[in-house]
């Protein structure tokens, strides 16, 4: 949606007294967790879920959900804070992107209301997570492409497929399903529906996908076999779930952002700590240029990131078109995450690759954000085409 014949919202250069308010409390949270919950969680196979509940408890998971289900009636600019500041303490749930950020906000727009009434107030009070299964292993970025489809008979719709690289399967009580229910005769493309599934209905079943990265929340391969749901469950119109997707889309680079930024500043700070306590020929090793003016330059970027988070978050809660920004924060903080990880790595020497200073232990995660959810190159063609008018690559 772009709001006509208005001025875009200013983007604000210092915190709100709220804001500060706000982020303070969930680092009070955040912070009686940590990295060694987080990587304890992650090793044995467990799930965040007392970081989770304590954030819930105190209304952060649904901080920007209507008022009416029990949500915070505020937006993704108020959530976006909150995950960067879990992300700095080292502990960030990923259910905030895919469950809070990207469902909340779909189910909101375009759920029956009785779908609404259902589930609504289970994420804002952090009671249920949903999954959302897009990505298939012969469609790559080409959504369209997607081959899992959902035929209708009667009052329910029966779903056959695969989908590959789903996060959080694990403790989801529904997914969020991107089916093929069609095929536009001129291009050839699929028409694309969405629906509600639940994550323990009969012929769904799911195998996990071993990766290095060490995060608690799995990735999943998922299979549908003549898996039925209610015609009730479909979000928005048949045929037309792309223009629902891409409200969910936005707010998902947006958080991705959001948490690579923490993420980010978190191995920053780390490396700034160890520059100020290592002592090398009796000289703190930061105050030598070569290692100093590196994390310098990663304050920088970082800076650069957050503040184009802020204004994707900005626009994309005042009703703007937020896909150019909401693409360039994405990729920014992912090149500074990565930049602050390696320099962070490579100022603590050969302790950066040992578990006990927990910096490693993030790369793949961290490294996989330049891929995922949305590469660079294809964040780049966006760019090139809606912003630079440049002629359509593919």
Known sequence: MTVEGNVPPMLPLTPTAEELALRQAVRTIAAKFGPNYFQRVADEGGQLTDLWKALADNGFVGVHLPEQYG???????????????????GCAPQAFIYSAGMAGPLITKHATPAVRDEWLPRLASGESIISFALTE??????????????????????????KQFITGVESADAIIVAARTGTNEETGR???????????APGLTRTKIPTAIGMPEKSWSLFFDDVEVDA??????????????????????????????????????????????????DAPIGSHQGV??????????IEHARLMTQKAAILLDAG?????SANMCKMMAAEAAIHS???????????????????????????????????EELVLSYIAQNTLGLPKSY
């Not at 100093?292 to 970027?301: D, G, S, T, Y």
């Not at 703007?320 to 150019?324: H, M, Q, R, V």
């Open 71 to 89: 949500g915070g009636g505020c937006g993704i600019y108020e959530l976006a804070a909150i995950v960067e500041e879990t992300a700095i303490a």
């Open 320 to 324: 703007y078109d937020a896909g150019e």
């Open 292 to 301: 100093a003016h590196p994390l310098a330059r990663i304050k920088v970027e």
């Open 341 to 375: 990880f390696d320099r962070a790595i490579h100022t603590h020497g050969g302790n950066g690759v040992t578990l006990e200073y927990q910096l490693v232990n993030y790369w793949f995660h961290v490294r996989l954000l330049k891929v995922a959810p949305v590469s």
């Open 137 to 162: 292993s012969d469609a790559g970025s080409n959504s369209h492409n997607i081959r899992t489809k959902a035929e209708r008979q009667g009052d329910k719709y029966v779903i056959n497929g695969a």
């Open 190 to 200: 699929g028409r694309i529906s969405l629906f509600l599934v639940d994550a323990d």
């Open 232 to 281: 009730s469950r479909l979000l928005g119109e048949e045929n037309r779930g792309f223009r629902a997707i891409f409200d969910g889309l936005n707010a998902e680079r947006v958080l991705v952002a959001a948490m690579t930024n923490g993420f980010a500043q978190y191995a920053l700070t780390k490396a700034v700590n160890y520059a100020k306590q290592r002592v090398v020929w």
